[in-house]
């Protein structure tokens, strides 16, 4: 009923959770639960990835130097040059705390497991994605704090925690790694079974974005901004993510990439990490307002998350007559 509608039902379910979240927001020990099975649901989708992954799909992933080059270049040279683009309008509109909260938004790394997810949905090069959007992550781990300095000229003690290598390791490659070791043994059944344990992508994403939410209401940050401030964010939210997945996807056709990279440049190029962003702007701001600090993160998190399941919703229904294995790097 959906289809003849129009309608995109993963847009509906992520719409249907903002509106649980905002009224029922996980809260005490059910947050901590809460918590636990968001990371048990990214597990389980990285052990499914490996487990459907040919090995030799993992090594082109691995050896494709130009896409995880080119992603690394929207994350950490573009997105911070549109946010000093901004400086002179920004602060004036926003106010300054909320200006250096979309600087620092501007900073931070891609996301890993939406990004992911959304080019698996869209049938991009996921083992590509995989390895760009966990680099970015690593990378961002240094890169991010010292930007921070650089641009935006942070005061205080600002420490590095290696905290988050460590979770992307037991979330995301340890299980991959389980996954193709136990590809021999399963990969015949999830073959036979790709429509049931592919909802596990969208399944993730639903609980990524309540889990989010809900922090975002356990800290009133709603109250501490204008409404007309929230509808400026939330309107240049849409213009950047809209014009990002637009150039991203010009870009890796210019450069000929092929159908499947360029789905992963999408996905991973436009993308901004809410749980890594919101460890960092901890630290990085400590004694500042962290809530306005984070907010046009948060906004820009639930803004990307749905205009992406839009395109890869759409990209997924496209006829593809190319191969979707990315080829070596020459």
């Known amino acids: 009923?959906?289809?003849?509608?129009?309608?995109?039902?993963?847009?509906?379910?992520?719409?249907?959770?903002?509106?649980?979240?905002?009224l029922l927001p996980a809260r005490g020990e059910f947050a901590d639960i809460t918590s636990w099975v968001v990371v048990a649901a990214i597990a389980l989708l990285f052990f499914l990835y490996g487990a459907r992954m040919h090995p030799r799909e993992a090594l082109e992933g691995l050896r494709h130097w130009r896409l995880h080059l080119t992603i690394l270049a929207f994350t950490f040279a573009l997105f911070p040059l549109i946010g000093l683009a901004l400086k002179p309008i920004a602060p004036h509109v926003l106010g300054d705390d909320v200006y250096t909260g979309v600087l620092f938004l501007c900073l931070v790394?891609?996301?890993?497991?939406?990004?992911?997810?959304?080019?698996?949905?869209?049938?991009?090069?996921?083992?590509?994605?995989?390895?760009?959007?966990?680099?970015?992550?690593?990378?961002?781990?240094?890169?991010?704090?010292?930007l921070v300095v650089a641009l935006i000229s942070s005061?205080?003690?600002?420490?590095?925690?290696?905290?988050?290598?460590?979770?992307?390791?037991?979330?995301?490659?340890?299980?991959?790694?389980?996954?193709?070791?136990?590809?021999?043994?399963?990969?015949?059944?999830?073959?036979?079974?790709?429509?049931?344990?592919?909802l596990v992508d969208r399944g993730s994403i639903v609980l990524v974005v309540y889990s989010a939410f809900s922090e975002g209401m356990r800290e009133h940050i709603w109250s501490t901004v204008q409404w007309w401030q929230v509808?400026?964010?939330?309107?240049?939210?849409?213009?950047?993510?809209?014009?990002?997945?637009?150039?991203t996807g010009f870009v890796g056709r210019r450069?000929?990439?092929?159908?499947a990279d360029t789905i992963a440049?999408?996905?991973?190029?436009?993308?901004?990490?809410l749980a890594t962003g919101l460890p960092m702007a901890a630290v990085l701001f400590s004694g500042s307002n962290v809530g306005l600090i984070v907010l046009p993160l948060l906004i820009f998190h639930q803004i990307q998350l749905m205009m992406c399941?839009?395109?890869?919703?759409?990209?997924?229904?496209?006829?593809?007559?190319?191969?979707?294995?990315?080829?070596?790097?020459?």
């Open 109 to 146: 790394p891609s996301t890993v497991q939406s990004s992911i997810a959304f080019t698996s949905i869209a049938r991009g090069n996921v083992a590509g994605a995989i390895v760009s959007a966990s680099a970015s992550n690593l990378l961002g781990v240094v890169l991010t704090p010292l």
């Open 1 to 22: 009923m959906l289809s003849r509608l129009h309608i995109d039902g993963f847009i509906l379910a992520i719409l249907a959770t903002v509106g649980v979240a905002t």
């Open 265 to 273: 440049i999408q996905f991973c190029g436009t993308k901004k990490s």
């Open 155 to 198: 005061t205080g003690g600002i420490t590095i925690s290696w905290t988050s290598i460590l979770t992307i390791v037991l979330e995301i490659l340890v299980p991959f790694i389980v996954g193709q070791l136990a590809r021999p043994l399963i990969g015949g059944w999830l073959t036979r079974h790709a429509k049931p344990t592919k």
């Open 309 to 330: 399941a839009w395109c890869a919703g759409r990209l997924s229904r496209e006829p593809v007559d190319e191969p979707e294995i990315a080829p070596a790097a020459t």
């Open 255 to 259: 450069l000929r990439f092929d159908r």
């Open 231 to 247: 509808l400026v964010l939330i309107a240049g939210s849409i213009v950047l993510v809209g014009a990002l997945l637009w150039l």
